[in-house]
Every structure is written in C-alpha cells, then in structure tokens.
C-alpha cells in the first residue's frame, strides 16, 4: 500500500519538475529576502528532482528527503506571509492555539 502511494506521488512530482531547469541564471543574487526566498525556492526544486532520481534503498534516507521538502515548503510559506504582512498574525495563532492545547491537559 505504502509502496503504491509512494509511486504515485513520485509520479505527481515528475509532472511538476517537467518544467524546471536547475542550470537556470539567478534573477535576483542580492543579499536580501527576494533573494533568500529564490534561493530557498531553487533549493526546493532540488530538494524534488534529488527525491526523484534516486533509489532509495531505505524509507529512513526517504523520509529525511521528504522532510527537508516539507521544512523547505513551510520556510517560504513564512516568507510569503512575512511579505504579505501575515506572519505576525500567524504566531498569534499559534501561540493561541497551543495555549487551548495546554488547557485540555
């Protein structure tokens, strides 16, 4: 079963890396967040292809390529919403959410 969706999502994953080119020119080299967030992104496309073109011998060296993905995915998530003036919102959430989390223990 485990085998099945792992295969299908690699499958999805192919489809998403048909476009991209790991040769391509930076746009933005800059010190900066828009440069940070481009190379987190180009990161991310690596991180894909890497997961795509390899064979994993062990769900552990699997699972540590799924986790940098996921970790890469919720580092520009915080960049979008820090751009977006969100993320200030975000951690309020949070801290609200764990505080009623808190109180059911």
């Known amino acids: 079963m485990s085998i ?3 295969n299908a999502v690699n499958n999805n994953y192919l489809i998403e890396l048909k476009d991209i080119d790991l040769e391509l020119d930076f746009i933005n080299k800059s ?3 828009s440069g940070f967030k ?7 496309e690596l991180e894909k292809y890497m997961r ?3 064979r994993f011998k062990c769900d552990a ?3 540590s390529v799924m986790i940098k993905i996921e970790s890469l995915n ?3 998530s ?3 919403d820090y751009e977006e003036n969100r993320l200030y919102e975000r951690y309020e959430r949070e801290v609200k959410s764990l505080e ?3 109180e059911l223990f």
Do not use: A, H, P, V
């Open 4 to 6: 099945t969706r792992r």
């Open 31 to 33: 010190y900066s967040l």
């Open 38 to 44: 481009g190379l987190i992104q180009r990161f991310l």
């Open 52 to 54: 795509n073109t390899r």
């Open 61 to 63: 060296k699997y699972m």
């Open 74 to 76: 919720e580092m520009l």
């Open 78 to 80: 915080y960049l979008n």
């Open 100 to 102: 009623l989390f808190k």
